[in-house]
């Protein structure tokens, strides 16, 4: 068994090298001389997002993807130059720190953007890029109307029109039919950008879903998360239509930290939440809702020695109490999500469970887990905010 390079029970290991294998094979679909921006907002979905971004560029991609300016910074903190989007608004005073820093914005409203100018002091331009709201209802602007009352406040000095951008609700779905409609009527809201006078600028709409299951209507450039982490969000149908190898990045595990034989009766955690059915071997885990395994994989299982080990009781905070298969010593590794001895349990596995989807297993991932990082199988640092050298310099 491989030696552990941090200071916890618990851990993730995060192979770098798959996110370049996903890019690749997601890049395979698309038309040549389509970009391929990724996103590593939410720290990377959970995976890190330096990590994630390097791995990224060093597999082709163009450009990044955050979800706020703060998340921008680290990167560029880290020494990353390549372009950098902010899908959501930022506020208004933040602009001038996003034009220093050469970071785009996403503007989705006439009212931000006259806001924000009077912030921008930096000699650098404003990147933006406009957001239209083709059919998801979340941010972006809805009618004529709406960009017409943009165009003087984007037609001003130092301000570039980077892109125009839309998003999906159901390019995961079978049924193409409302993708087609939001498709079209980006189609119709990006002429009226090109017909403003605006050149220049790209356009771009698909996410993981839309890159996998519409790859030649991917425009100028794809906004890809998920697919990058091995998560494929395409239903069944397409997938079978459309069959593209994700190979998942990251894997949790943990350890038997105490081992106890109880006898039939007794009962085990908060609100005696379970009782020994028989006489059994139980073995206690370091690994609670804290560290993002929540209480709602209660009654699931992990992996021991490859077989199914039952969660005996509630998942409390730091520790959860596992059924064993028999006795097993102390420091035994618990796979919690990736293979064991040919067995496995998915991010889809776990995401079933509590109604969820595997983005949200990921990101649910706390601080307190150390990444341990690979790179074909070697080791390649592990990031721990709460390693005891983190803690006491
Ligand atoms: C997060 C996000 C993406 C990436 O979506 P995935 O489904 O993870 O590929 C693309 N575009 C926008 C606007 C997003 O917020």
């Not at 090298?17 to 990724?38: Q, T, W, Y």
């Not at 957001?131 to 004529?144: L, N, P």
């Not at 796979?335 to 079933?352: K, P, V």
Request: glycine share 8%; charged share 20%; net charge neutral.
């Amino acid at each position: 068994m491989r030696t552990k390079p941090c200071h916890r029970h618990t851990w993730a290991e995060v192979h770098l090298d798959r996110i370049g294998h996903n890019i690749r094979e997601i890049r395979r679909r698309l038309p040549s001389g389509v970009k391929f921006m990724a996103a590593v907002k939410a720290d990377g979905y959970g995976h890190g997002a330096v990590q994630s971004a390097n791995a990224a560029l060093k597999a082709g991609a163009d450009a990044l993807a955050v979800g706020m300016i703060s998340e921008a910074l680290q990167l560029r903190q880290s020494g990353i130059r390549a372009p950098i989007l902010v899908l959501s608004p930022a506020l208004p005073s933040e602009v001038d720190l996003a034009a220093k820093h050469d970071i785009a914005l996403t503007v989705s409203e006439a009212a931000w953007l006259k806001e924000a100018r009077p912030f921008h002091q930096s000699r650098k331009p404003l990147r933006l890029h406009i957001k239209m709201d083709s059919g998801m209802g979340r941010i972006g602007i809805r009618d004529r109307s709406e960009w017409e009352a943009m165009v003087p406040l984007l037609r001003s000095d130092g301000i570039m029109v980077e892109g125009v951008y839309t998003h999906f609700a159901t390019a995961n779905q079978a049924d193409s039919a409302y993708y087609f409609e939001q498709f079209d009527r980006f189609t119709e809201m990006r002429s009226w950008v090109a017909e403003s006078g605006f050149t220049g600028f790209i356009a771009h709409c698909s996410n993981s879903a839309a890159a996998l299951h519409y790859p030649e209507l991917s425009l100028d450039m794809v906004r890809v998360g998920a697919a990058l982490y091995g998560i494929n969000p395409c239903e069944e149908e397409v997938r079978r239509r459309r069959p593209v190898d994700l190979q998942p990045v990251l894997s949790l595990h943990s350890e038997i930290i105490q081992v106890k034989f109880v006898k039939q009766g007794e009962s085990i955690g908060y609100d005696r939440s379970y009782v020994a059915t028989q006489d059994e071997w139980l073995g206690t885990v370091a690994i609670g809702y804290a560290d993002g395994y929540c209480k709602g994989y209660q009654g699931y299982h992990m992996l021991v020695d490859g077989q199914a080990a039952p969660i005996a009781g509630n998942v409390c905070m730091d520790l959860l109490m596992i059924r064993l298969p028999g006795h097993y010593p102390v420091g035994t590794v618990v796979t919690l999500i990736g293979r064991q001895n040919g067995r496995e349990i998915t991010m889809e596995d776990l995401a079933a469970r509590i109604g969820s989807i595997p983005q949200q297993v990921l990101t649910m991932l706390s601080s307190r887990v150390p990444r341990i990082y690979y790179n074909k199988g070697i080791y390649a640092g592990t990031a721990d905010s709460h390693s005891l050298s983190a803690v006491t310099s």
